[in-house]
Nanobody, 125 residues
């Protein structure tokens, strides 16, 4: 079993930055691809970014490419999402997700087995 806990959400003005963290407990973090997803009010969950177990492969959705950066520290069992140049349309609950051991990093939410409870990011205009 893997437990994921997100932190770092909050209120920020448009153009600002915010950094999210996802702390994982349970076995095999270093062997799991991890992803960030988000869900805005009244909308479906969408992909944000994904990173392979070793960090060599990274993917971003077009809506955040160039503004967000995903990274991980396997020694700390933590994955991060640095968000810059935030826009009001980035407002959403952000979820951290983990794949099965040895699974590839993808931007497909149904590929992920483990999910955190989410952290709210609100970007004011």
């Amino acid at each position: 079993q893997v437990q994921l806990v997100e932190s770092g959400g909050g209120l920020v003005q448009a153009g600002g930055s915010l950094s999210l963290s996802c702390a994982a407990s349970g076995r095999g973090f270093g062997d799991r691809a991890m992803g960030w997803f988000r869900q805005a009010p009244g909308k479906e969950r969408e992909s944000v970014a994904a990173i392979s177990w070793g960090g060599a492969n990274i993917y971003y959705s077009d809506s955040v490419k160039g503004r967000f950066t995903i990274s991980r520290d396997n020694a700390k069992n933590t994955v991060y999402l640095q968000m810059n140049s935030l826009k009001p349309e980035d407002t959403a609950v952000y979820y951290c997700a983990g794949r099965r051991i040895s699974g590839f990093a993808t931007l497909i939410s149904t590929d992920y087995e483990y999910w955190g409870k989410g952290t709210l990011v609100t970007v004011s205009s």
